[in-house]
């Protein structure tokens, strides 16, 4: 329910002709087997893998066996629709996100769901759908916004640095980037440069802290946003506490 009628950020005209929403793309299939390289493995390892493919289908296809039930193979596909620059530029405008130009949105338009992104490669004021978007047949001209994409905070965590110590990054290094992250929370209580980026990076509250940084707000001095940045410490010495691999 939610989902069905969640709140979009606006729409903007777009005529179907400059779509092909009546006769959307076929989606993406099979990708990933590029990533699948089969010459790579050694000799023994290409025989072990075809041994228990063939084992596997015959068992899954044993007629003698009543448990063994056929299935058919799961596609991973990609149903992503594509938008012009040309097309997404006037997005932007009408949306007054140029400053920040997102790669990608979620969008809903003539009975169609789902996500568009930019494409480079397209020529004039196009969008391309899939045909996993499309729901149901619609008149609608008007492409609905629901969510932009945005910049997200890059976290180093238990797994990525269990690899990264397997290809040789010492431990030390780490420890270091710990105490580094600890010294900027404190700095943060102090010094008005050190809270505003704690803030910003930190808050998740719908406020332009660029701005009132600009402005000579004191974050340290104010109650209001001393009480955040206390609390958004504390939070973030709990993560360290219980996520950290050291």
Known sequence: MGQTFSQSLGFIRVPQEWTNVKNPDPDIEGGIKEYLKFDDLKSNEKKKLVVENIDAQNEMSDPSNPQSEKFEPYTFSDGIGRMSNELVEEVYKHFNVEDRKPSAMQIRYAGCKGMLVVDPE?????IRFR???????????YLEILKFSEKRGCFLNRPFITILEQLGVKKEIFLKLQKEMIQKHISS???EGEAYNFLNRHAL??????NMFVANICFTEDPLFRSMIYALFQKQLELLKNKAKY
Do not use: Y
Not at 122 to 126: A, R, V
Not at 133 to 138: A, G, H, N, R, W
Not at 205 to 210: G, P, Q, T, V, Y
């Open 122 to 126: 397209l020529e004039g004021k196009t």
């Open 131 to 141: 045909e996993s978007m499309k729901k149901f047949d619609s008149d609608n001209n």
């Open 189 to 191: 209580m102090f010094h």
């Open 205 to 210: 509250l719908r406020i332009n802290f660029s």
